[in-house]
């Protein structure tokens, strides 16, 4: 019996902790009945007994105490010194001792040795190509270099920088260490159960080349790739490589060398070793039940699998979605396309959302709502909405794309490639879009509100602010009625139905007149050709009147005059402070998430944008270019009009001057829908903070804002819920971490973030939503909260919503990942008078802070002027 050592047939899940995650993996893989060589792992508490027994622990400590991850320098020197100790030491005889035996019943000869961390090859992280391998070692000394060599991998450079960098602690990290037949492959190569490019979980991407597979694994050779269909074995794509070099076996360890010529472009595998290979993917698959990244060895015409992994980079897809073999759907991230954020909801936001959405079933379809509707899915934080019938017919998709286009060009784009790429399926499967027969009043509805809008522009704003108040007062005064926690949770769930329909209700009577611009630019390229310049008519779009989010950054403006007039500082208690807050302290930096605290809450962000106007010394100026565009824009609405009438005569003129008109008294009310979805959740949230409070009292949370990270149905459970709300907010950090988001998926897990385009040299391209050219330094912001935006720099960063813009008034310029001439930013930044482009692929990766660039938002060209 031993202590230290244990076979791979011996090993399953239940010892991690002992064997490590590759040592666990691979014990798993041979209870599965894959070809797994035989071998065994030298387990954690021998590198424990190891430390211990040469007094290492105390000496590494002192060593790693601090250590700047991104230091290179240090890194390398911290690591070198803890490897020096290892090497210097001797693994103890009793330890030495099991792994003879062990050994000697492989039957002593050349084995390959890799180390099995207990922080790797987890479904949350992977340490691939962290630590060291060692191949064809032969004898006892040669392996028990190559053992304490393993070991010591545990502290090289790479994986003490992945550890800093993922907060993955150093304490009591323990190493197993593999130990297995070599195979003295004549190919080999690495196999992903799901295609790593752009997630398709119905495919297999397959690498191979010749040699053994640390010329592919270590990235020394290109080698030839197939992606293959796993229900059709289908080969999809294939690509064969001029493959230079392999690793092959020497009389002691390994060595590099290369190809022979006659291999060099030869197919290292044929299509009956493909569907083995693929083969094998499906069952490591299905055995793990989550996609695997697999290392693989072939050998007198037998393939061993002697690794496999989690493959960590896949966006996780949403739970219960219909198999892509019956038919093929796709969902748009809401988040990112709908609000142009990339950030995750909090679990009650979700609850919130899917609360309000499941209306839209019943409005537009005519069905049951269901708790949970079919076409709503949520997948780390972000929601996922099923739009696959809307483009069941292909006479419609140039109109609902154009839509799409308004609010984010990119997803457009990208949609209507995928749409290319499968109109087959997507005209030929699953069911169209029916209009009920209970559509048609709501049809009825919404052209009366239009015609209204149109015929008595004046009074649609009373309208519009009529449905305002009457929706906002049946949330305070019901509020009022409730008791119980059932009562309260009941009527957030109705009232969330009711704000989702509340833009429905107020947009319409504005809908005519925010669109008559474009009828105007429509009018005046057919009557002066498709090059007619549109200056004038893009300054008619600057200062619009009546937007509450333009007016709540002049009242902030306002503000900070008058405390630098009067040489005093902010205080949340000050009563100006107090008045600002009972107008827009409902809103917050991801307004959306009822889960997360409004401006009224935690006031320092408003206190920290006066501070930095006051700071900037141009408050007038930032005033005054306000309602000097107002007055530009008034110019220029009579340059137009007068320039019709010499061309085009006197009834020309009068309707394109009433729709221009029309346009400055309307479309700035565009945001009003918003303004007041926003100020419904922040009293919903309240209500909620007294449900959270009674729970507190309970002993069922410990503080009232922990009822943000719990859902409906535990709240309902009775249960305690500390162990829930802990395990919610370490998960809503995780997928904080998550940057990159992709605008929609596929039931087959196939992700599109963006399109392909190719950019000149120091050249960035995007689309234009606000006109004017502007120079000036970059300032790459994530977060509005606390961001620092000097006066005149240009802000770059994935995409704004309300609570951004006050950033505006110090902008230069504005340059967005996402949004387009409709979304918060094109909107605000045309009101503001700032350029403006969005749309541009990566913009907060490939731009630096303090770089100079140029900004041309009549091209929507971004030309970068000095490099850091």
Known sequence: MFKYVKFLEEITKEDFLKTGGKGSNLGEMVKAGLPVPGGFVILTNAYKKFIQENNLQEKIDKLIKIIDPNDFDQLNKVSDEVKDLIYKSSIPDVIFKEIIKAYDEIGNKAVAVRSSATAEDLPGTSFAGQYDTYLNVKGFEELSEAIIKSWSSLWNSRALSYRLKNNVSHKDLAHGVVVQKMINGKKAGIMFSANPINGRRDQTLINASWGLGEAVVGGEVSPDQWVVEKRTQKIVDTHIADKKVMTVRTKKGTKTEEIPEKLRIKAALNKKEIKQLVDMSIKTEEYFNFPQDIEWVYENGKFYLVQTRPITSLFPMPKSLPDPREELRFYMNFNLVGQQIKEPLTPMG????????KIYTTTFTGKPEKKYPDWFKVSKGRIFMDLTILFRKKKNWDKI?????????????????WLEKNESRILNEGKGFRIPFRIFPIGIYIVSKILYGKIKPDKAKEKLMKVS????????????????IDEKLHFVEEKAKDLALIAFKEIFYVSYGIQSVKFSENSLKKWFGEDVDLKDLNKVRQSIPNNPTTEMGMALLQLSKKYKNE?????????????????????????????LPRWKEDPSYVIELINSYISSGKINSKIDKFYKGMKEAEEALNRIVTKVQKDKGSKQAKKIKSKLELFRKTSGLREQPKYDLVKGISMLRDLLKEVGIHLVSEGRIKEANDIFYVRYKDIESGEKLHEIVKNNKERYKENLQIKSVP?????????VYSITEEDDEGTLSGISV??????????????????????????VTEGTNPAWTPLFLNAGALVMETGGPISHGGIVAREY????????????????????????????????????
């Not at 305070?476 to 008791?483: A, E």
């Not at 482009?837 to 731009?847: D, I, Q, W």
């Open 350 to 357: 979700e609850e919130f959302w899917r609360s309000a959405m």
């Open 401 to 417: 794309l154009e839509r799409f286009s308004d609010k984010d060009p990119i997803f457009s784009k990208a949609l209507l490639e």
């Open 833 to 868: 008078g700032i350029p403006a482009v969005a749309g541009v692929r990566e913009a907060t990766k490939r731009l630096k802070d303090g770089q100079k660039i140029r900004v041309n938002g009549e091209s929507g060209q971004i030309v970068v002027l000095s490099h850091l």
């Open 469 to 484: 108040k009457e929706e906002l007062n049946k949330i305070s005064d019901g509020v009022k009625q409730l008791k119980s």
């Open 567 to 595: 040489n005093r500082e902010p205080s949340p208690n000050d009563n100006e402070i107090k008045d600002f807050l009972n107008k827009y302290g409902h809103r917050s930096s991801i307004e959306i998430d009822i889960g």
């Open 770 to 795: 606000s006109p004017g050219v502007y120079e000036g330094k970059v300032r790459i912001i994530h977060d509005p909260s606390g961001a620092k935006l000097k006066s005149g720099e240009i802000l």
């Open 743 to 751: 605008r929609f998926i596929t039931n087959t897990g196939e992700t």
